[in-house]
C-alpha cells in the first residue's frame, strides 16, 4: 500500500547473534528512517539516512547500525543481540513531508 | 518525562459513542503534530495532522493549542473499526526531521 516493504517480515536470533534488516523505500523518496517499537510503546527513533548518509541518530548504542544504498534502500544492522531487542523494527521513507511506514519486521532474541 | 504523553488507556467505548483522547508534548520547538493510527501488528498509518485552527475529517476532529502544548483528538459515532491504538506524534527538525510518538492510546469499541 505505503509502497515501502521490509523483509523478513519475522525474524527469531539467538541472544549474541547479529542481524540485517532491509528495507525499500517509496520510489523517489531520497529519506529513511528507522524506528524500533517494543510491545505496548510507540516507536522510537533509532536513526535517519538522507542520500546515503546518517543524518540523524536516537538513543540508541553503536551496534545499531545502518547503510542507504544509492537507490535509497537502507539496511539496519544490529550486531550483539540483546532480549530486549525483541521488538518490531519500523521503516519509515519521506521525500518532504509526510512518512510512510512499511509493514515492519517482528524480531525475536531468544 | 516523556517528550509525548498519552493515556495508554484502554478506552472501552460502546459503538455510536463520542471519545476524546488527549496528549501533551514537552518540547516547544516540536513544529508539527500528527495522529496516527496502528492496527494490532501492523505498523502506524497517517490518521491526520492537527493544526493550531482545529481540523476535521468526517467524524475526526483534531486541535492543537500551542500555548499549552496539548493536542486532542474527537471521534464521534464511533464505529466496530475504529478500534486500534492511536499515537499522537510531534515532529522536530534539528537538523533533521525526527518523529517522536506517544505509547499510544488504545481504544475499544463494542457492540
Known amino acids: 500500500e505505503t509502497g515501502v516493504t521490509q523483509s523478513p517480515t519475522h525474524l527469531i536470533k539467538t541472544r549474541g547473534q547479529q542481524v540485517t534488516l532491509r528495507c525499500s523505500s517509496q520510489s523517489g523518496h531520497n529519506t529513511v528512517s528507522w524506528y524500533q517499537q517494543a510491545l505496548g510503546q510507540g516507536p522510537q527513533f533509532i536513526f535517519q539516512y538522507y542520500r546515503e548518509e546518517e543524518n540523524g541518530r536516537g538513543n540508541f548504542p553503536p551496534r545499531f547500525s545502518g547503510l542507504q544504498f544509492p537507490n535509497y534502500s537502507s539496511e539496519l544492522n544490529v550486531n550483539a543481540l540483546e532480549l530486549d531487542d525483541s521488538a518490531l523494527y519500523l521503516c519509515a521513507s519521506s521525500l518532504e513531508t509526510e512518512a510512510f511506514f512499511g509493514q515492519g519486521t517482528r524480531l525475536t532474541v531468544v | 518525562r516523556k517528550e509525548v504523553e498519552q493515556d495508554p488507556g484502554p478506552f472501552n467505548v460502546p459503538e455510536g459513542a463520542t471519545v476524546a483522547f488527549n496528549c501533551t508534548y514537552s518540547n516547544s520547538a516540536s513544529q508539527s503534530f500528527f495522529w496516527y493510527r496502528q492496527d494490532c501488528r501492523k505498523e502506524p498509518k497517517l490518521l491526520m495532522s492537527?493544526?493550531?485552527s482545529g481540523n476535521e475529517d468526517g467524524r475526526f476532529t483534531a486541535q492543537l493549542n500551542r500555548a499549552s502544548q496539548y493536542i486532542s483528538l474527537l471521534i464521534r459515532d464511533s464505529k466496530l473499526s475504529d478500534s486500534a491504538t492511536y499515537l499522537c506524534v510531534v515532529k522536530r527538525t534539528t537538523g533533521f526531521q525526527k518523529l517522536v510518538f506517544g505509547t499510544g492510546t488504545r481504544l475499544l469499541v463494542s457492540p
Open positions: 492537527v493544526y493550531s
